[in-house]
């Protein structure tokens, strides 16, 4: 902040060396040079002491050239560059970027001369334990069970940092499935910067009611995003405070009235879900957003028959992955199961319904009880004989996604996709196996061994390979056996 080329342009170009000028000016320039050859050798470059000699020497030699009464920082780096660098660029960085500005910090006394939200904010650091790591401006990871009580409450504190964007604080996006969802990693990382926008914050409120409240009314008012508005009441519930949950919660349901994107309100559904089924963990009131989902829920069930239309397969895909949130949710719930199924049904119902949805809401609908396998073999000849090639391929790639069942399936629809595949001219046949190349590459071995035995079964009733010896690959593990 006080450096010249570090946007502050009351700054000086080399707080470092004025800080030996002010300490003691006839020994400013060996301290300098001295200064700049230490940092070198720290970093493994051999500096003699014949060097610095020299540097001070030429330094001053230079001043006198450019008569000079004293050496100024550009004679001081023309001397260290010729004598310490040799002409090495990534040498000459060092002594710029480390000699020049430096990174030494200092800090004001908290005192009763600080803003009120600053004692505020570090009495909370210290109550939560974080003080030291804080002054000490480490970077470090932190390991928390929520479990325990000062872990719990370090954790409401890097929420409360996250609320206010004081970007000390970040939380692992890798989930620890092994330690339990009541474990959390955090990382901590100190910068000056941090101690300015604390004092940024600080002029919002004297109390942390009034930061708070202010804070959001200025962030809700430059802002239309549901996601941002989301996820700033997630940090708040976690921070434990209770202020601005109803400015909050008011914003969110008058955004949700007027967003008529399916895609952006289904992409709320996870997050929101996880939050109620792990609340009791932050102990905040889940019924908060159990009230948002039920907004959005209803909503996205209207909207998605119109939003299923047409036949880009990007904007199919995007549908696909709005489904696949819909019906993850209400699978795990008693409500909206009606009001999902027919949704459902009406998009199969429409011939305007993009193709890759219909093959996806066919693979829902088969994996429920009692599915009507009559209607989906009239889908399948429907599909094999009235629909283009590309639409046929966007509606088996619809069928296939996020579904390895593959030895599940029906036979109505094993035979129809053989006899099409086998139907194929050579080129066509080169552009759907594109596609099932990518439908099956994640797909395990033991699977596709399964799916071959259930072909094999329809067209030949003595298969080639009998589910004894298939048995037997999968557990020797020789499943390379049939790779090819």
């Known amino acids: 902040r006080l450096a010249l080329n570090q946007h502050y342009t009351a700054g000086i170009q080399s707080p470092v060396w004025h800080q030996f000028l002010f300490k003691n000016?006839?020994?400013?320039?060996?301290?300098?040079?001295?200064?700049?050859a230490k940092i070198?050798?720290?970093?493994?470059y051999a500096i003699s002491t014949a060097q610095i000699i020299d540097a001070v020497l030429l330094a001053r030699q230079i001043a006198t050239l450019r008569q000079h009464t004293l050496p100024c920082i550009e004679d001081l780096l023309d001397s260290s560059i010729a004598t310490f660098c040799e002409g090495k660029s990534d040498l000459i960085e060092f002594i710029k970027t480390k000699a020049l500005i430096g990174n030494q910090r200092g800090n004001v006394p908290i005192n009763q001369n600080s803003l009120p939200f600053q004692q505020i904010f570090y009495e909370k650091l210290k109550?939560?334990?974080?003080?030291?790591?804080?002054?000490?401006?480490?970077?470090?990871?932190?390991h928390l069970d929520l479990r325990k009580e000062l872990h719990f409450s370090q954790a409401q504190f890097f929420n409360f940092c996250l609320l206010l964007s004081?970007?000390?604080?970040?939380?692992s996006t890798e989930e620890i499935q092994s330690h339990g969802n009541f474990k959390e990693e955090w990382s901590t990382k100190w910068n000056p910067d941090i101690e300015h926008r604390i004092i940024e914050i600080s002029l919002l409120g004297n109390s942390i009611e009034e930061v708070i409240t202010n804070y959001i009314n200025e962030k809700i008012s430059e802002t239309n995003s549901l996601g941002f508005l989301c996820t700033q009441l997630m940090y708040l519930l976690k921070s434990g405070?209770?202020?601005g949950i109803d400015i909050l919660l008011s914003r969110i349901q008058t955004q949700a009235n007027f967003e008529n994107d399916v895609s952006n309100l289904s992409e709320l559904i996870h997050p929101l879900y996880n939050a109620i089924q792990y609340g009791s963990l932050y102990q905040y009131e889940s019924e908060i957003l159990t009230s948002i989902v039920d907004r959005i829920v209803p909503k996205c069930i209207l909207l998605l028959p119109s939003a299923s239309i047409g036949n880009d397969p990007i904007y199919g895909k995007k549908v696909i992955k709005t489904i696949q949130r819909l019906n993850l949710y209400i699978e795990n719930q008693d409500s909206y199961?009606?009001?999902w199924g027919n949704c459902l049904l009406s998009l199969l119902d429409s011939n305007k319904t993009h193709p890759m949805v219909s093959g996806k809401v066919w693979q829902i609908l088969l994996s429920q009880e009692n599915p009507n396998h009559e209607k989906f073999a009239a889908e399948i000849t429907y599909v094999f004989d009235h629909l283009t090639e590309d639409?046929?391929?966007?509606?088996?790639e619809g069928f296939f996604t996020q579904n390895q069942s593959f030895y599940s399936f029906p036979k109505t629809l094993l035979q129809s996709l053989d006899n099409w595949l086998i139907g194929l001219s050579s080129e066509k046949f080169s552009k759907a196996l594109l596609f099932l190349r990518r439908t099956f590459a994640d797909v395990n071995p033991q699977d596709k061994l399964k799916l071959l035995h259930s072909i094999q079964k329809i067209k030949n009733p003595n298969p080639i390979i009998s589910q004894?010896?298939?048995?037997?690959?999968i557990s020797e593990n020789r499943t390379a056996i049939i790779q090819s």
């Open 468 to 473: 004894k010896e298939i048995n037997f690959i």
């Open 391 to 396: 639409q046929q391929l966007l509606w088996i």
């Open 25 to 36: 000016k006839s020994t400013a320039v060996s301290a300098w040079l001295s200064h700049a």
């Open 241 to 243: 405070e209770k202020y």
């Open 166 to 171: 004081i970007p000390w604080c970040a939380e």
């Open 337 to 339: 199961k009606s009001e």
């Open 127 to 142: 109550k939560t334990k974080l003080l030291n790591l804080w002054e000490s401006g480490e970077s470090k990871e932190i």
């Open 40 to 44: 070198l050798r720290n970093f493994k």
